[in-house]
Structures are given as structure tokens and as C-alpha cells.
């Protein structure tokens, strides 16, 4: 389309007609550059003559928005930050909002999202304020692309900006408007919501065939295009991707003209088309003539993986190098596409030798067949020994902890035994001598029921139970005191003493202890004498803790290189792993454990404890030990299956690795703190069950529920 305007030299132009053309140039801007660019130069010649300071700024606007569009983003950076005081200075609202919009659109093409959503939010106050709809529109989809963009990838924010853009754009069909409507449709089936993602897809697909601009009509149906491809909607796919391709223009966008002929070329294998490699090939020579190399590594590994689909091997693994080869030079994660090209020369190397094996079988069939079976049994021998050196790597890194937990239960006995050693040897032997002679049959009788008292009651309370008490008794002792007018007695050591012995309330007993002359003596020896009895609850307590870790210690460590299967309660399992883990929760981890009755079921226990111990390992590390752990079982009769989900609100696991994480060796750990055997260990030991493991992720929170049969089919 090409734009037509009066020069300087055909008219003499006043401000009010020479900023309604300057305007004219604005909305050009993105349709016709050159027509826009020399507008704007000329009108700036004009804005001089006249001396108009507003009108020099806004046609300086325009210039630098046609140089970002030719990514010389510094230069108009630094134009966009020369012209700005002059709009505030004039209180242009309507500029300043169209030059923060500017400033934010160079940014965004820089991938530098934090100063682009800045300067956005800046934007659109401003253009709300003069009702500038259309620019309204455009800042609010602009942070939507933000949000949508794969390194945020979060949908829900991206939807409400697509959808209050939507309420602000025009309902003409214009190219943002449907552009709007196809990023709806994305956020919705990202978000599960198939039904309305189809009803906004088919909306833009409408607008789109409306459009008149083929590049914007490009861009739309190639977002369309690959979202029927992501529902497996080929039909569809093909029948949007199809009008994209044919209205190419030459040379225009050609990075999105070569990721068309790709996905094209992915539609056409699902569909099982005849002429797939023409536009494989097609993608491949467009990628060469505009020196695409990250787009290049692409298409070789799609034609690779179409090759291998053939049983083409050996030309699959040529594709496959070549792709690991240009894609290096932009990722630091290759080891799928390594994988891939091994595999493929791996089946073509496999080829070959089942021909020569064929040929040699009469010969040596026999050899070949002891030695794959000696292999096999090393193997083995080897699983069980991996199996069991991951178990005790992982017990490694707990020691510390299950050290402290059982030296501090062994230092509280020792020091409970020396304080009843203490008690023995001075209170027995010297201060109840002493105190019985000193105390009249009257006291010694109230003595000895203030002690019975003590004897029977709970010693165990929390701090803040403790704390209520001892006011409590202060406010009575102080009371009985001044009834009686006393005034030199330490209230609150007394209340502390015989909160500490289990005593809440002034009875007659202790009424009249109180009172006698050796009340001092009295209440010391009644204290010592009733800390043999905490100090064995303390012993007790403490035996009881140790005896849970070493038996704890003892179920993990218990090696069954046979795999036995017996019958088991998983909660029996789950707890003692926890046990484990007790060091490294405390006072940083919320354990949540909602275990319930769960029936016995048949399974080899040891490498079932190794799971608990792998995914709980995970969760922690996860949440830098620091967090929510929340563990869940229960049964499902109607299955007759139980579950065992684990929860974390750790940093979750990035929707693309999340196909990765069972691989073997596969780690997102760094050096020496994985070995990226724990999952696909999991995996296989629920495999092994005739079970089923799912995961569920998302940024704050991952879940993994494991699914296990009460009675598994054993293969003999």
C-alpha cells in the first residue's frame, strides 16, 4: 500500500494542519515504513521552519520507532529519552504515553522483560487518561506477550491483560484485534479450558480471513496453526497452516516464513502426507538463504526424526549431527538431540549386526548365548549393588543428622542420672534427715501429702502451660501472703518451684507448709525429691526416641539382594524414612502427614523405602529445606489400589523437563549433589509393582502421586 502526502514545498502548512499529517504518519507507521519515515522527515523540516518545538518532538517519535523496527534500539532509546521533557514540559499525555510504549517496545525485542513491563505500566495509566483506546489495547497485549513468553510462561496473568485488551480494542477487523483473540485461545488451552480456547480460536481465525495485511494474516495463522496442532486437531491445523503458506511474500519475515514450512511439515507427518520431505527441504533452503542457523538445527532435527520414523537410520543420524551441531551453538542442554543421533546410529549399527550374527550363528550361537547370559546375571548383580549404593548415598548425607539424633537423647540420660546421683547424695542423705527432725508431726504430715500430690501429677507441660500457672499461683500466693502479712517470701520462686513439681493450687497441706519457719528447706527438698521422677520421665522419653531412630535406621539399611515380596503397611515404611529425615526438618519443614489405614500389600519392602527416601530427598532439596512437606495415603477400594501422593511447595520442575525427569543420569542438580539415578530408579521400582507414578508441577508447588496394586501380578 503506498501513502501519498503534501510536502513542504506544495503547501504552506499552519501547526493545526501540519500535526493532523504528522498524525497521519503515526498510524502508518507500522503498515508502510518508508512512507512513514519520509513523512516524518519532512514534517520535521516543517516543525523547524515554524519554530514548533511539540511538532520537531512528535515526527522525532515517528523516526525513532521506524529505526527500532530496524533494531538499531540504542539510537532510538536515546531519541525516545531526548524528547520526552518537551511532552511533559507541554503536558502531552498522549505522547508521553506513546513514547513510554516506544521505549518499552525496544526493550521487549531485546528480551530485557523487566524494564519493558516497566516502562509499559508507565504507559497505561497515561493512555487510559485520554482515552486512547486503541493504544490502551496495544499496552496491555504487549504485557500479556510478556507474561505469555516461555521464560515466564504464566497464563493466568497473560489472560487477564489479553482479555482486558480485548475490552479496549476495536471490534473492526484490524490485525491486533484477532492477534488478541489467537493469544486467548493459547492462554486458555494452556490452562485447561479446551471449550472457550476453540471459541476464541475460531474468532480470530474469522477476523484473520478478513484481514488485508498478509503479513499480519502470517503471524495469526501461524499461531493458530500451532494451536490445533497442540490439541491434535491435524485437519484444522492443516487447513490454517495452508492459507499461511500461500500468501508468502519474498524475503519478508523469513524466520516465520521457515518456522511455517516446519510446522506445515509436522502436520503433514501426522497426517501421513506423501510429500513431507519437499517441504522438510523447502524449511531447510529458506534456513540457508537467510542464514538461519538456530532455525537450521531445527529443521535438521525434524527431518532426522521423520528419517528415523522410516527406519531410515543411518541418513536419520546424519540429520540428528547436523542438529546437535548448529543447535550447540545456542543451547547448553543438547543431551536429548545426543541421544536421539546415538539411537539412530545405534539401530543402523544394529542393523549390521544382526546380518553378521545371522551369518555366524551356526558357529558361534552357543558362545554368544552363555555369554549374554553371564552379562545378564552381572547385570543384575550390578542393579542390586547400584541400588544399594544409592540407598546408603542418600543415608550419607543424613548421618550427621541421625548422629545428633541419637547422641542428644544419650546426653539428656546422662544428665537426668546425674541429677538423681545429686538427689541421692545430698537430699536422701543430709536435707530430709534434717528437715524430718526439724518438722512437728503436724508438718511432717503436710510434708509428706504435698509430696504424694507431686508424685501423681503429669510433669510434662508446654512452656506457655507452664507460664498461665505459675501467674496463676503468684496471684494466689500473693494474696495468702498479705492475708496472713507476710512480706519477705520470693512469690515468684515459689510459684516456679511448684509449678515445676505439678502443684496449681494452694491446698491445706501446702497452706501450712508455707507458714512454718523452715519453709525455705521445705519447699528445696520437696522440689529435688520430685525431680527424680522428671528426671526418669526424662530417660524414658528419651529411650523411647532413640529406640525409633536405630530401628528406623535398622529398616532402612536391611538389604534384600533377592527382592523378596512380602506383605506390608506402607505407613509403617513412610514413618520410618521420616524418622530419618527428623535433623533436617526441624523447626525449617511443616511435616504434614495425613496417613491413613491402609491395607497390608504384597511388594519388596527395601526398594519401596528407597522411594520414600527419593522423592522426600527431592522435596526437600526442592524447597532449600525449608517449607511445606506434605505426605498423604490412602486406599481406594473400588481399585483395590493405594496411594501415596508427596507434596512440596518447593520450587517446582519446569514444564519442559518434566518428560525428562525418569531418564536415567537426567539431573538439574549441580555437580556432585545427583546423580540422576533417583527417579528413574523410582520409576522402574513403580514399574516393577505394576503401578503408576504421575507428577504434577507448577512454579511454588509439585506433587507426585504413586499408584500401587494390593496384590501385583508376580512374574516367576
Given at each position: ?37 519520509k ?15 511539540l ?10 520507532m521506524?529505526?527500532?523496527?530496524r ?12 524528547i ?40 497505561l ?23 505469555l ?6 497464563h ?23 492477534l ?25 481465525l474469522?477476523?484473520?480471513n ?11 495463522y ?6 490445533y ?6 485437519e ?11 500468501i ?18 509436522k ?21 540457508i538463504?537467510?542464514?538461519a542457523?538456530?532455525?537450521?538445527g ?11 520414523k ?10 540428528y ?24 546410529e ?7 549386526k ?16 552363555d555369554?549374554l ?20 548415598a ?16 544419650f ?10 546421683q ?11 534427715p ?68 505439678g ?14 519457719e ?52 506402607l ?18 519443614v ?20 528407597q ?29 483395590e ?8 511447595n518447593g ?66
Amino acid at each position: 500500500m503506498v501513502h501519498t502526502h503534501e510536502t513542504v514545498e506544495d503547501k504552506t502548512l499552519d501547526i493545526e494542519e501540519l500535526d493532523a499529517h504528522i498524525e497521519e504518519a503515526w498510524l502508518i507507521r507500522r503498515v508502510d515504513h518508508d512512507a512513514s519515515e519520509k513523512q516524518a522527515k519532512d514534517y520535521l523540516e516543517a516543525s523547524k521552519t515554524l519554530n514548533y518545538s511539540l511538532g520537531i518532538a512528535k515526527c522525532q517519535l515517528i523516526i525513532a520507532m521506524q529505526m527500532s523496527y530496524r533494531n538499531e534500539y540504542e539510537e532510538a532509546e536515546a531519541i525516545f529519552k531526548d524528547i520526552m521533557p518537551i511532552f511533559v514540559q507541554e503536558n502531552d499525555i498522549l505522547h508521553q504515553s506513546r513514547v513510554e510504549n516506544s521505549i518499552a517496545y525496544t526493550y521487549l525485542n531485546r528480551g530485557d522483560f523487566e524494564k519493558a513491563l516497566n516502562h509499559l505500566l508507565k504507559a497505561l495509566p497515561l493512555a487510559k487518561s485520554v482515552q486512547d483506546n486503541e493504544a490502551v489495547s496495544m499496552i496491555l497485549f504487549n504485557i500479556a506477550e510478556i507474561y505469555l513468553d516461555p521464560m515466564l510462561n504464566e497464563h493466568e496473568k497473560a489472560l487477564s491483560y489479553y482479555l482486558e485488551a480485548k475490552a479496549y480494542g476495536s471490534d473492526k477487523p484490524r490485525a491486533i484485534y484477532a492477534l488478541i483473540l489467537a493469544n486467548i485461545a493459547v492462554c486458555y488451552q494452556a490452562l485447561g479450558d479446551t471449550m472457550q480456547a476453540l471459541e476464541y480460536a475460531a474468532q480470530a481465525l474469522e477476523r484473520t480471513n478478513s484481514l488485508t495485511v498478509d503479513s499480519s494474516r502470517s503471524q495469526i495463522y501461524h499461531i493458530l496453526g500451532e494451536f490445533y496442532y497442540s490439541l491434535k486437531k491435524y485437519e484444522k491445523a492443516y487447513e490454517v497452516m495452508e492459507k499461511g503458506i500461500s500468501i508468502h511474500i519474498d524475503n519478508e519475515y523469513p524466520d516465520l516464513q521457515i518456522q511455517d514450512y516446519i510446522l506445515f511439515s509436522k502436520i503433514k507427518i501426522e497426517l501421513n502426507h506423501e510429500d513431507i520431505e519437499a517441504y522438510i527441504k523447502i524449511a531447510m533452503e529458506k534456513a540457508i538463504v537467510f542464514n538461519a542457523p538456530k532455525i537450521l538445527g531445527e529443521v535438521h532435527l525434524l527431518y532426522g526424526g521423520y528419517l528415523y520414523k522410516l527406519k531410515r537410520y543411518e541418513e536419520a543420524a546424519n540429520y540428528y549431527v547436523k542438529a546437535i551441531q548448529y543447535k550447540d551453538i545456542y543451547h547448553t542442554e543438547s543431551l536429548d538431540l545426543h541421544l536421539n543421533a546415538l539411537q539412530a546410529e545405534y539401530n543402523h549399527e544394529q542393523i549390521k549386526k544382526d546380518a553378521e550374527i545371522y551369518r555366524l550363528k551356526n558357529i558361534e550361537l552357543k558362545e554368544k548365548s552363555d555369554a549374554l547370559e553371564l552379562a545378564l546375571n552381572e547385570l543384575k548383580e550390578t542393579q542390586v549393588l547400584l541400588v544399594q549404593n544409592e540407598k546408603m548415598a542418600l543415608l550419607g548425607n543424613l548421618i550427621s543428622g541421625i548422629a545428633h539424633e541419637i547422641n542428644s537423647p544419650f546426653g539428656a540420660i546422662q544428665g537426668s542420672v546425674s541429677n538423681i546421683q545429686h538427689v541421692l547424695n545430698d537430699t536422701l542423705t543430709l536435707h530430709l534427715p534434717t528437715l524430718l527432725i526439724n518438722l512437728d508431726e503436724t508438718a511432717r504430715h503436710a510434708f509428706f501429702k504435698v509430696l504424694e500430690v507431686t508424685l501423681t501429677k503429669d510433669l510434662l507441660l508446654t512452656t506457655r502451660e507452664e507460664r498461665v500457672l505459675r501467674r496463676q499461683l503468684e496471684k494466689h500466693l500473693k494474696v495468702f501472703y498479705e492475708t496472713h502479712q507476710i512480706s519477705d517470701r520470693p512469690i515468684d520462686k515459689q510459684a516456679s518451684l511448684l509449678v515445676d513439681m505439678g502443684i496449681h493450687e494452694l491446698t491445706d497441706p501446702l497452706s501450712h507448709l508455707l507458714l512454718n519457719e523452715h519453709w525455705d528447706l521445705i519447699m528445696n527438698t520437696c522440689h529435688a525429691l520430685t525431680g527424680i521422677l522428671r528426671n526418669v520421665e526424662n530417660i524414658h522419653i528419651s529411650v523411647d526416641k532413640a529406640s525409633k531412630v536405630i530401628q528406623a535406621l535398622k529398616y532402612y539399611t536391611h538389604f534384600n539382594p533377592e527382592e523378596v515380596y512380602e506383605m506390608t503397611d506402607l505407613n509403617i515404611g513412610i514413618e520410618n524414612v521420616l524418622q530419618l529425615f527428623y535433623n533436617q526438618f526441624k523447626g525449617r519443614v511443616d511435616v504434614q502427614l495425613e496417613l491413613n489405614p491402609l491395607p497390608p500389600i504384597l511388594c519388596i519392602v527395601d526398594l519401596l523405602n528407597q522411594v520414600w527416601m527419593n522423592l522426600i530427598q527431592n522435596a526437600l532439596q526442592a524447597m532449600d529445606f525449608k517449607g511445606i512437606l506434605k505426605i498423604t495415603s490412602r486406599h481406594i477400594p473400588s481399585t483395590e489400589n493405594v496411594q501415596i501422593i508427596i507434596e512440596d511447595n518447593g520450587k517446582g520442575i519446569p514444564e519442559h523437563l518434566l518428560h525428562e525427569i525418569f531418564k536415567p543420569f537426567f539431573t538439574t542438580k549441580a555437580q556432585g549433589e545427583g546423580s540422576g539415578l533417583g527417579l528413574s530408579f523410582v520409576q522402574k521400582t513403580v514399574d516393577k509393582h505394576q503401578g503408576a507414578i504421575d507428577v504434577v508441577s507448577d512454579p511454588g508447588y509439585t506433587k507426585f502421586t504413586i499408584t500401587l496394586p494390593i496384590e501385583p501380578k508376580i512374574q516367576s
